[in-house]
């Protein structure tokens, strides 16, 4: 079984910080292989901007010595290539003047195409290429802007970067990105939900325990350390990523999959959360950082040692117990957590159900486990049903836990596109669907703020937790003081 390739329609995609590391990481990967699958036709265009001044041939020198690493010379196509390097220019702009702006006017000329602007840059200038783009009349009816998270680093400063966008864009233009919507697996979770009669009717508090989320990995700040230093794992992974997997667990079935009666769902989850504050903060979280010792097979330095305040007590890690005051969900908790330099690379979602109420067999045929449904985001990207089974064989009724194993890449013979593949077409189609809506990012921090306000505080202060370990203990005491256990590596 193959995917199905559907094109999209002509457009011209301005990345601004079209030379920086996500450009070269991610979107110019991306969108290679979107045009190598045929997605992208016509005189579809790519056109870098930044304040480095370079020549269009200096940036197709750049776009290839990138597709070179990171997608890997020995799996490029020639042909493809050519193809793809043809379809890049590039524009020296400044965000604060007016200067190249008359140059990339120029460039993309007066053709009715959709003009999608990616900000690959920091959200410090959002607002001032919003005002440049405005004030040269390079927003029409069909152009969307694309902003990358930080979207805020608490509830006003994400209202006042909305309020600066939304100057010149509405909201049906804006999509902001949050990559870990765009995993297969993430749209799987609807497809599973909405599509089959054997999982909603069972998807509430009456037969799931609880839930756990964690996104899990060994690499540290990798060089970002005085970024990471300011935020932190609480802002840089649970107000976006962690809370965006919650609330597509946990909404309503929505009216439709229109973008809007999706988000209105997500919307009402955040809206639900039972409020996290000085009062319960010490019971319902955990923070940790990391010390020196070994991922990936070798030895790693400690957290302060990457980061010039070496009495900071920034979170590497988080764990979070999250309740949902509704009908569905009364009594389920949801269990959040996420962290650098632990023992394995892992994003799951892990649905707990309750166990049977009552066994027929034998304490010979074992103990019965209760079914889980395992959602893998990454490293391999499929939907696991552990279920229990008879042992085959002679010799009576044994019981034994087994997993129905669905790999998308042995399903459908390919590996799964990258989420940014997905997410930078969808832009292109209008479909806002896997974008946060306005409203949603502000309800997000509305949760997050006084948690983080509560650790002040109360002074809780970061535990301690070994490089190439699963975090804190306090993160081990946070789940089995409750019964129950992390299900660490599925796998």
Same mark, same amino acid.
């Given at each position: 079984?193959?995917?199905?390739?559907?094109?999209?329609?002509?457009?011209?995609?301005?990345?601004?910080?079209?030379?920086?590391?996500?450009?070269?990481?991610?979107?110019?990967?991306?969108?290679?292989?979107?045009?190598?699958?045929?997605?992208?036709?016509?005189?579809?265009?790519?056109?870098?901007?930044?304040?480095?001044?370079?020549?269009?041939?200096?940036?197709?020198?750049?776009?290839?010595?990138?597709?070179?690493?990171?997608?890997?010379?020995?799996?490029?196509?020639?042909?493809?290539?050519?193809?793809?390097?043809?379809?890049?220019?590039?524009?020296?702009?400044?965000?604060?003047?007016?200067?190249?702006?008359?140059?990339?006017?120029?460039?993309?000329?007066?053709?009715?195409?959709?003009?999608?602007?990616?900000?690959?840059?920091?959200?410090?200038?959002?607002?001032?290429?919003?005002?440049?783009?405005?004030?040269?009349?390079?927003?029409?009816?069909?152009?969307?802007?694309?902003? /990358?998270? =930080?979207?805020?680093? $608490?509830?006003?400063?994400? *209202? @006042?970067?909305?309020?600066? !966008?939304? #100057?010149?864009? +509405?909201?049906?233009?804006?999509?902001?990105?949050?990559?870990?919507?765009?995993k297969e697996t993430v749209q799987n979770l609807?497809?599973?939900?909405?599509?089959?009669?054997?999982?909603?009717?069972?998807?509430?508090?009456?037969?799931?325990?609880?839930?756990?989320?964690?996104?899990?990995?060994?690499?540290?700040?990798?060089?970002?350390?005085?970024?990471?230093?300011?935020?932190?794992?609480?802002?840089?992974?649970?107000?976006?990523?962690?809370?965006?997997?919650?609330?597509?667990?946990?909404? /309503?079935? =929505?009216?439709?999959? $229109?973008?809007?009666?999706? *988000? @209105?769902?997500?919307?009402? !989850?955040? #809206?639900?959360? +039972?409020?996290?504050?000085?009062?319960?903060?010490?019971?319902?979280?955990?923070?940790?950082?990391?010390?020196?010792?070994?991922?990936?097979?070798?030895?790693?330095?400690?957290?302060?040692?990457?980061?010039?305040?070496?009495?900071?007590?920034?979170?590497?890690?988080?764990?979070?117990?999250?309740?949902?005051?509704?009908?569905?969900?009364?009594?389920?908790?949801?269990?959040?957590?996420?962290?650098?330099?632990?023992?394995?690379?892992?994003?799951?979602?892990?649905?707990?159900?309750?166990p049977v109420p009552h066994s027929i067999f $034998?304490?010979?045929?074992?103990?019965?486990?209760?079914?889980?449904?395992?959602?893998?985001?990454?490293?391999?990207?499929?939907?696991?049903?552990?279920?229990?089974?008879?042992?085959?064989?002679?010799?009576?009724?044994?019981?034994?836990?087994?997993?129905?194993?669905?790999?998308?890449?042995?399903?459908?013979?390919?590996?799964?596109?990258?989420a940014y593949e997905r997410l930078l077409l969808?832009?292109?189609?209008?479909?806002?669907?896997?974008?946060?809506?306005?409203?949603?990012?502000?309800?997000?921090?509305?949760?997050?703020?006084?948690?983080?306000?509560?650790?002040?505080?109360?002074?809780?202060?970061?535990?301690?937790?070994?490089?190439?370990?699963?975090?804190?203990?306090?993160?081990?005491?946070?789940?089995?003081?409750?019964?129950?256990?992390?299900?660490?590596?599925?796998?």
């Open positions: 079984m193959t995917s199905h390739i559907i094109p999209v329609e002509e457009f011209d995609y301005v990345v601004f910080g079209g030379t920086g590391d996500l450009a070269e990481r991610k979107l110019i990967p991306s969108l290679y292989h979107r045009l190598e699958d045929g997605q992208i036709v016509g005189s579809s265009r790519i056109i870098g901007a930044a304040r480095s001044r370079m020549s269009s041939g200096e940036y197709r020198e750049f776009a290839e010595k990138a597709l070179n690493e990171h997608v890997g010379s020995e799996k490029l196509d020639p042909a493809v290539v050519e193809d793809f390097l043809s379809r890049l220019h590039y524009a020296a702009v400044d965000a604060k003047s007016q200067d190249g702006w008359d140059d990339l006017k120029a460039l993309l000329g007066d053709v009715g195409r959709v003009r999608a602007y990616y900000l690959a840059v920091s959200p410090a200038i959002f607002g001032d290429i919003a005002d440049r783009l405005n004030e040269n009349g390079l927003i029409r009816e069909n152009s969307r802007l694309v902003i /990358e998270k =930080p979207i805020g680093r $608490d509830l006003q400063s994400a *209202r @006042d970067l909305n309020e600066e !966008v939304g #100057r010149h864009f +509405r909201e049906d233009q804006i999509f902001r990105i949050d990559h870990y919507l765009g609807l497809a599973l939900r909405f599509a089959n009669t054997l999982y909603e009717p069972v998807w509430n508090a009456a037969h799931i325990d609880h839930v756990q989320i964690t996104v899990a990995e060994t690499l540290g700040v990798e060089g970002r350390g005085n970024y990471y230093d300011k935020s932190g794992a609480i802002r840089d992974m649970v107000q976006n990523h962690l809370l965006q997997l919650l609330c597509l667990v946990a909404m /309503e079935p =929505p009216s439709s999959s $229109d973008a809007n009666a999706v *988000r @209105d769902e997500k919307l009402k !989850v955040l #809206r639900a959360l +039972r409020p996290i504050n000085s009062a319960n903060v010490g019971d319902f979280t955990v923070r940790g950082q990391y010390t020196a010792g070994a991922a990936n097979g070798a030895a790693v330095p400690a957290y302060l040692d990457e980061v010039d305040d070496k009495q900071s007590d920034t979170e590497t890690f988080v764990a979070i117990k999250a309740e949902i005051e509704n009908w569905r969900w009364a009594g389920v908790p949801f269990y959040m957590r996420t962290g650098k330099r632990l023992a394995t690379r892992m994003s799951e979602i892990v649905i707990q159900f309750k $034998d304490e010979d045929a074992g103990k019965l486990a209760s079914n889980q449904l395992v959602l893998r985001l990454q490293p391999d990207e499929g939907v696991q049903q552990i279920i229990m089974i008879k042992d085959p064989g002679p010799g009576g009724m044994r019981l034994r836990q087994v997993a129905l194993d669905m790999s998308f890449q042995e399903s459908f013979g390919a590996k799964s596109p990258d969808d832009v292109i189609r209008g479909n806002q669907t896997l974008f946060m809506r306005r409203d949603e990012v502000e309800a997000a921090w509305k949760w997050i703020e006084p948690i983080i306000s509560a650790w002040g505080e109360t002074s809780q202060t970061v535990r301690k937790y070994t490089a190439g370990s699963w975090g804190p203990a306090a993160s081990v005491a946070l789940i089995e003081r409750d019964g129950r256990t992390w299900v660490d590596d599925l796998n």
